[in-house]
């Protein structure tokens, strides 16, 4: 059977512009296509995991998926990292942290399902093992190393776009994936990792030095990209090489437990 990978869902009550003939506000659970797309080309079965209400639903997760993917979204609120919110701070949802920190230390300690952190993922894996991040690029200089100053949110370009690159450690999963030390990747985002967890090794950079990838120390999958693969991977086929170790990891987890 292929593996099942859970897919954390955005949580939203901002969709009665889309929806608005129901002609009530509701609450969505909702997923970019993307996802669900990468997953199943890699060969895995996508299970949306909505926000949910009830904590015992959160607990018995980790016995129906045998991957776990940390989606993009708002900001983590800051006072997960013991910070106060900053006035370059965006939108938060308490209900999605709280939820996904608790699914994600659920899924850490009780498990050895593969993780795979994406944007808000990646920095949300960061923060859970007691990280930290600039809560805006502006809390740091746009000059950061060698000279070179950067565009990190590019949202006005198509999502497939390749907007720099990213340089691999050779020593690292990511080199492994991609059997290269750079590669080129999109970019939407306006915060980023700052202080990285003890859990975790520094595997990619941009070239002014932001934290592109990580992954977990030891021998555990747990992996987290800055960038969106899933965004690039129907048109450039080695960003779909990381859904492709990913759900080979979830397959062998599933093979095993």
């Given at each position: 059977?292929?593996?099942?990978?859970?897919i954390?869902?955005?949580?939203?009550?901002?969709?009665?512009?889309?929806?608005?003939r129901?002609g009530v506000q509701?609450g969505?659970?909702?997923?970019?296509?993307d996802?669900?797309?990468?997953?199943?080309?890699?060969g895995?079965?996508?299970?949306?995991?909505?926000?949910?209400?009830?904590?015992?639903?959160?607990?018995s997760?980790?016995?129906?998926?045998?991957?776990?993917l940390?989606t993009?979204?708002?900001?983590v609120?800051p006072?997960?990292?013991n910070e106060f919110?900053g006035?370059?701070?965006?939108?938060?949802?308490?209900?999605?942290?709280e939820?996904e920190?608790h699914?994600?230390?659920?899924?850490i300690?009780?498990?050895k399902?593969?993780?795979?952190g994406?944007?808000r993922?990646?920095?949300?894996l960061?923060?859970?093992?007691?990280?930290t991040?600039?809560q805006?690029?502006s809390?740091?200089s746009?000059e950061?190393?060698?000279?070179v100053?950067?565009?990190?949110?590019m949202?006005g370009s198509?999502k497939?776009?390749?907007?720099h690159?990213?340089?691999l450690?050779?020593?690292s999963i990511?080199?492994?994936i991609f059997?290269?030390?750079?590669?080129?990747v999109?970019?939407?985002h306006?915060?980023?990792?700052?202080d990285?967890?003890?859990?975790?090794?520094?595997?990619?950079?941009s070239p002014d030095g932001?934290v592109?990838a990580i992954?977990?120390?030891g021998?555990?999958f747990?992996i987290g990209?800055?960038?969106?693969p899933?965004?690039?991977?129907e048109?450039?086929?080695?960003?779909?090489?990381?859904?492709?170790?990913?759900v080979?990891?979830c397959a062998?987890?599933n093979?095993?437990?």
């Amino acid at each position: 059977m292929k593996p099942i990978i859970g897919i954390c869902a955005n949580y939203s009550n901002g969709l009665s512009e889309v929806y608005g003939r129901l002609g009530v506000q509701l609450g969505w659970h909702v997923i970019p296509d993307d996802y669900i797309n990468s997953i199943e080309m890699a060969g895995g079965i996508p299970l949306i995991i909505p926000v949910y209400n009830d904590d015992n639903n959160i607990d018995s997760t980790i016995n129906i998926i045998d991957g776990l993917l940390l989606t993009g979204g708002v900001d983590v609120c800051p006072k997960y990292y013991n910070e106060f919110i900053g006035t370059k701070t965006e939108d938060i949802d308490p209900k999605r942290d709280e939820h996904e920190l608790h699914l994600l230390n659920d899924v850490i300690t009780k498990s050895k399902v593969p993780i795979l952190g994406i944007c808000r993922g990646h920095q949300l894996l960061n923060v859970a093992y007691g990280g930290t991040l600039h809560q805006d690029l502006s809390e740091i200089s746009l000059e950061l190393k060698n000279n070179v100053s950067m565009n990190h949110a590019m949202y006005g370009s198509q999502k497939y776009i390749p907007v720099h690159e990213v340089e691999l450690n050779k020593d690292s999963i990511f080199y492994e994936i991609f059997n290269k030390e750079k590669i080129q990747v999109n970019s939407y985002h306006h915060q980023v990792i700052k202080d990285v967890a003890d859990a975790f090794n520094i595997v990619g950079r941009s070239p002014d030095g932001i934290v592109e990838a990580i992954e977990m120390k030891g021998d555990r999958f747990v992996i987290g990209t800055q960038w969106h693969p899933e965004m690039m991977s129907e048109h450039y086929e080695e960003q779909l090489l990381i859904f492709k170790k990913f759900v080979s990891m979830c397959a062998e987890y599933n093979k095993n437990k």
